[in-house]
């Protein structure tokens, strides 16, 4: 099976992950921190070799899923038509995943910042970019806002994923506010996002009623 561009780069960031993993397994300690609270406080610990692999193994999987959903998809022809976004999606979603892993790393090295802070500037290019994305989706089975009323109609998906495209770059912009005050970063983060991900449910529901009574 060849492999794409983004799918080789993709899998190099792994390669170093289980590389950096290796190298720092003797220097951690038994216990890692593996889960920050809203405030950047650790309020999570694991054994050291899941803190050190899980990550490396998550990418991976992810990895595998990235490859497979484009073969598997009914509408795989729709894929390809904006292809070049889904691959610039895998390459910052791998980078995002290694991003995590090296901050984590970092802080058992006892390396002291505000970890909440330090997450905000990654997940707002990671949501614009998902706007970016959004925007540029056809019709298919996996990628996108997929409701009932999206997959039904394709003029329905394209005015959803229109919207909802600029909803999560809005989004984006608001969680950069998260930089400037440490202790709301994860509200400014988190309420934005799940706001953009939920008015185009309930848009995509309005706007298939109003095509419907429209064609009766």
């Known amino acids: 099976m060849k492999l794409r561009k ?8 792994v390669i170093i992950s289980l590389i950096i993993g290796i190298y720092f397994y003797p220097l951690m300690p038994e216990k890692v ?3 920050w ?3 950047g406080e650790v309020d999570g610990y694991m054994p050291k070799f899941w803190g050190l692999f899980l990550m490396p193994i998550i990418s ?3 990895l595998f899923l990235f490859i497979i959903i484009p073969k598997i998809d009914p509408l795989k022809h729709n894929i390809e038509k904006f292809r070049k976004y889904f691959d610039g999606f895998i390459v910052l979603m791998m980078v995002f995943l290694f991003y995590l892993y090296i901050l984590t790393i970092l802080w058992n090295m006892e390396i002291r910042f505000v970890f909440t802070q330090f997450l905000v500037p990654i997940f707002s290019i990671l949501f614009y970019y998902c706007g970016i994305l959004i925007q540029n989706a056809k019709r298919n089975w996996f990628i996108g806002i997929r409701t009932p009323w ?3 109609n394709e003029e329905v998906w394209n005015k959803t994923h229109k919207i909802g495209g600029k909803l999560f770059k809005i989004a984006a912009i608001i969680t950069l506010i998260g ?3 440490p202790k709301y970063a994860f509200f400014f983060c988190i309420i934005p996002v ?3 991900s939920l008015f185009p449910i309930f848009y995509s529901y309005f706007e298939y009623q109003k095509l419907s009574k429209n064609l009766k």
């Open 6 to 13: 983004s799918e080789i780069i993709s899998l190099v960031i």
């Open 33 to 35: 921190a593996s889960h």
């Open 37 to 39: 609270n809203t405030e």
């Open 60 to 62: 991976a999987v992810f």
């Open 150 to 152: 999206t997959l039904s």
């Open 179 to 181: 930089v400037f005050s």
């Open 194 to 196: 799940i706001l953009a």
